[in-house]
């Protein structure tokens, strides 16, 4: 899988936009960008994902560059809810059962 | 609708026993997985089902490990001799397909704490 850089962790403002960034330089061209939370004590929570357009649904909106070389996940307005470890996962075709492959994350804390 | 449910939620044993963790997808999922979550690492994929393929065992760490679905829905994950190693959070999550384009969809997990 190609492999994700992100920050270890970003405070965020609360009721403002949280803009987390990640970079995927080595993806190829039927690779998923994937963004997951993980809230303390919770199992993994689907955010959202996209392959080369960008994507919005009722929680976050996903905007990938064109080279496709980096994404940034958008919390439209941030709330204290929203403190946790957000996971992107560039995610292969190929990887067996297409299992996800989960990095360090960035922790955001918002306040 | 329902997510996906694991049980116990939490599970205290004795290093030695032997320990089944239970997950039920979400209804209609085909792909079934476990991950494990040690304390303050990432997950660590274990194991996946996709309907009645042979299930896809390369993340498992030892020969203790094993696990089932039966009727292509319920799972269990299965510990023999547990050590205090195999402490961790256990998680499922099942898709509706398998397919890079088809998110998986998470339990909260089992705790497992080995005395």
């Known amino acids: 899988d190609a492999k994700t850089t992100q920050p270890t962790s970003m405070d965020c403002a609360e009721g403002r936009a949280a803009n987390l960034p990640c970079n995927h330089s080595?993806?190829?061209?039927?690779?998923?960008v994937y963004w997951y939370r993980q809230i303390h004590s919770q199992g993994p929570q689907y955010i959202i994902h996209?392959?080369?357009n960008n994507e919005t649904n009722e929680m976050a909106s996903l905007i990938i560059t064109e080279d496709r070389k980096s994404s940034t996940l958008i919390l439209p307005h941030a709330t204290l809810r929203d403190t946790a470890v957000y996971y992107c996962?560039?995610?292969?075709?190929?990887?067996?059962?297409?299992?996800?492959?989960f990095g360090g994350g960035t922790r955001v804390l918002v306040k | 609708g329902a997510g996906v449910s694991q049980s116990p939620s939490n599970k205290v044993t004795e290093k030695g026993k032997d320990v089944e963790l239970r997950c039920d997808p979400i209804?209609?999922?085909?792909?079934l997985y476990w991950y494990r979550q040690s304390l303050g690492q990432g997950l660590e994929f274990l194991i996946y089902?996709?309907?009645?393929?042979?299930?896809?065992k390369s993340g498992l760490p030892s020969d203790r490990f094993s696990a089932e679905r039966t009727g292509g829905s319920v799972s269990t994950l299965t510990i023999q001799r547990t050590q205090q190693e195999d402490s961790a959070v256990y998680l499922c999550?099942?898709?509706?397909?398998?397919?890079?384009?088809?998110?998986?969809?998470f339990g909260n997990g089992t705790r497992l704490t080995v005395t």
């Open positions: 080595t993806i190829s061209g039927n690779e998923y």
């Open positions: 999550a099942s898709s509706s397909r398998i397919g890079v384009n088809s998110p998986l969809h």
């Open positions: 996962i560039v995610r292969h075709d190929k990887a067996a059962g297409n299992k996800l492959t």
């Open positions: 996209g392959l080369k």
């Open positions: 089902f996709q309907g009645n393929s042979a299930p896809d």
């Open positions: 209804s209609g999922h085909t792909a």
